[in-house]
């Protein structure tokens, strides 16, 4: 507890970037952007809560393409996107994202589980605040394999009645990381499974927060969130993105959007 109270005296300032939707491609383009300008010292160390415009996939930065039925995906419209970060495959249809850049100093100086663990208290905190009185998983194994993000849990991971109501997941540079992570709000089984190449009963225990708490409101939850950060030992100021990251993010985007057609082009002549 000393330990813990000591690293609440030392107030860390932060950016916060309140929640909006983007087009999927954008959301992962902003990410990289910010993580850039964060870990070259140009901008705070950033927290963004945002949603997403569109159905979308995003799949973890080393896995397999194969795991997804990119037919149907091209088919249906839905965008097939791969993440900076590790983890599995997220069906984003209606949930809340956040993403936190910092690099590697003060309180986050230490290794991966550490920053998971400072972030996933924070988490808690929030969630308590909401109504919904969640625990951390603490074993760092990971048995299931599935391809699917929330049909596997691993450590620093939150869970409420054994269910998993957020998937993280971190990209570490030798400066800085960037932690991504996903609250699915209400979950669509059928498209779940028709979306990811995987056994179809994974799925069925895959659960939108809405149905185990009902009411559950995103403008709520981020206000529960920045309550959270504060009496976790972080000084917020709430701001946009600034012009540069901006331009940046449009650079990636662009290209990501190019490559993708590429992709398609070379998919669908196959």
Sequence with gaps: MKKRDNLRSFRMLIRFIEYEEHDPYFNMAVDEAISFFVRTGKVLPTFRLYGWNKKAVTIGEFQKIEEINRDFCIANQIPVVRRPTGGKGILHNDDVTYSFSCKKEGRFKGNLFQAYEILSHVFLK?????????????????????????????????????????????????????????IPVTVDRELLKKVF????????????????????DRIIFQENLKKALQEEGFALVVEPLEKKELFLAQSLYDKQVLYNKIEMQQKQSC
């Design 126 to 182: 929030a969630f308590n605040l909401t109504g919904i009185f969640a625990e951390v998983k603490k074993e760092k194994r990971v048995i299931n394999k599935s391809s699917l993000c929330f049909a596997r849990s691993s450590f620093g991971e939150i869970c409420f009645k054994n269910v998993k109501i957020i998937g993280s997941a971190q990209k570490r540079w030798i400066d800085g990381f960037l932690q991504q992570g996903t």
């Design 197 to 216: 190449l995987c056994n179809p009963e994974e799925a069925e225990h895959i659960f939108g927060i809405r149905e185990l708490i009902e009411e559950f």
